[in-house]
């Protein structure tokens, strides 16, 4: 499959370097080296799939032109466009042309995080209760003024990839989300946000770029048992503890699962994308869930919420 890099900023750098001798060429207005300015100037017959990598406000307008041409894209989460016409306009493109269109969320391909799937849909943990989801890194300052400083900040970064993960781990059934805390301590959007859903399964789910080392965190509380997810492979050693619970009470019986070496993630979900091709999928309808759910969000933090307002500074 020939393909065009769209965006050779740190994210389109790691798409190229994952697909490799596949990339035809590189597209950036920027980029000191790029074959082309414009995706507009990149011959239509000289590729097959497009990996766009660009700022949020550019990938709708992208997306419609590559898909219109029947050119496979995958892009970098989030995708929200301007509305739900948008997003839905894109999925009606990809299927009239019979192309894939993928949003990137990498995190589904964790080692550990498939193996929590598993045994979610095992049944290993009997009813779930509750489960809670923490996203922080330390980015504040590289962010601050950038294009990322914008809009919903890592709400819908950081905050994206977690509602990816509770529709993946738990479904798209799960109770409208609100916001319980918005900050701005650093910078011009939001730099640290927790939120939740108090359906069958409550949910708590926080998103920071002040946390000075690098913390990811899943923890599943069910019926008959447990399970808690510890790091990504980016950063070092992920684990993926699994408890059974003792009844009436006790010490669990546990299970310990250790992954490390090079992030697989990256290289799994290209090749996920290269199968979609050969199908024509698309992910859209999952941003659109994403998107509402984003939206629902920052629409809660001005609403009262017994008798107060929620905490947005």
Request: hydrophobic share 40%.
């Amino acid at each position: 499959m020939r393909v065009i890099i769209v965006g050779l900023g740190n994210q389109g750098k790691k798409r190229q370097t994952v697909a490799g001798r596949d990339v035809v060429a590189t597209v950036d207005p920027a980029t000191p080296g790029a074959d082309y300015v414009s995706v507009l100037d990149v011959p239509l017959d000289s590729f097959d799939a497009a990996l766009v990598c660009t700022p949020d406000a550019a990938k709708a307008e992208t997306l419609e032109y590559l898909l219109s041409r029947g050119k496979h894209s995958l892009v970098e989460k989030p995708l929200l466009g301007s509305g739900r016409g948008t997003l839905e306009r894109l999925a009606e493109l990809a299927r009239q042309r019979g192309v894939a269109c993928y949003t990137a969320y990498n995190h589904r391909f964790e080692p550990n995080i498939v193996r929590l799937k598993e045994a979610l849909d095992s049944g290993a943990l009997g009813r779930v209760y509750w489960t809670r989801l923490f996203y922080g890194n330390g980015t504040a300052a590289n962010v601050k003024g950038t294009w990322r400083d914008q809009g919903l900040g890592v709400l819908a970064d950081l905050g994206s990839h977690l509602l990816d993960l509770v529709l993946f781990l738990l479904g798209p059934s799960v109770a409208p989300f609100q916001v319980w805390g918005l900050y701005r301590h650093e910078n011009h959007a939001y730099d640290h946000v927790a939120f939740g859903s108090s359906g069958d399964v409550a949910i708590e789910a926080e998103a920071s770029l002040l946390s000075w080392k690098n913390t990811f965190a899943i923890d599943v509380i069910g019926e008959t048992g447990s399970a808690h997810v510890n790091g990504l492979m980016k950063w070092g050693t992920s684990t993926l503890t699994v408890r059974k619970r003792v009844f009436p009470s006790g010490v669990p019986l546990e299970q310990v699962t250790a992954s490390n070496g090079p992030d697989p993630t990256w290289e799994a979900e290209y090749q996920h994308f290269k199968t979609l091709c050969v199908s024509g999928g698309n992910t859209i309808e999952k941003d659109v869930w994403i998107a509402s759910a984003l939206e629902a969000i920052a629409a809660s933090a001005a609403e009262p919420a017994n008798g107060r307002k929620r905490r947005v500074v």
